[in-house]
């Protein structure tokens, strides 16, 4: 069973950035598709990033578009979430995520948690207004 890595977050005041990585337990992985969530106490895990490698598409909630960028590592094999211009109401729990397989290009049905099946155990990112 494929079991992932979440590592890279933090503290960081309102205008900054952060760098989430993901790292698979496989080291050969190829993340063909992956994704990024996140979630607040008392709130659904919501879809924040996708990258499909296969068709060469990427997905983001338009909460982060324009500020957040998904991609993949080559060099550490790793999946990537670069943060930018963060704001107080990104603060949230951070995971990544892999699918047993996806049946559809659609940006609705890529955010939801429900078409993912691998999860990392999260990393939490706390901004400050």
């Known amino acids: 069973q494929l079991q992932l890595v979440e590592s890279g977050g933090g503290s960081v005041q309102a205008g900054g950035s952060l760098r989430l990585s993901c790292a698979a337990s496989?080291?050969?992985?190829?993340?063909?598709?992956a994704a990024w969530f996140r979630q607040v106490p008392g709130k659904e895990r919501e879809g924040v990033a996708v990258l499909y490698q296969d068709f060469g598409r990427t997905y983001y909630n338009d909460d982060v578009k324009g500020r957040f960028t998904i991609s993949q590592d080559h060099t550490n094999n790793t999946l990537v979430l670069q943060m930018d211009s963060l704001k107080a109401e990104d603060t949230a729990m951070y995971y990544c995520a892999t699918p047993t397989y996806l049946m559809k290009l659609d940006a609705d049905y890529l955010l939801n948690r429900n078409s993912w099946r691998y999860w990392g155990q999260g990393t939490q990112v706390t901004v400050s207004s």
């Open positions: 496989k080291s050969t992985y190829k993340w063909p598709s």
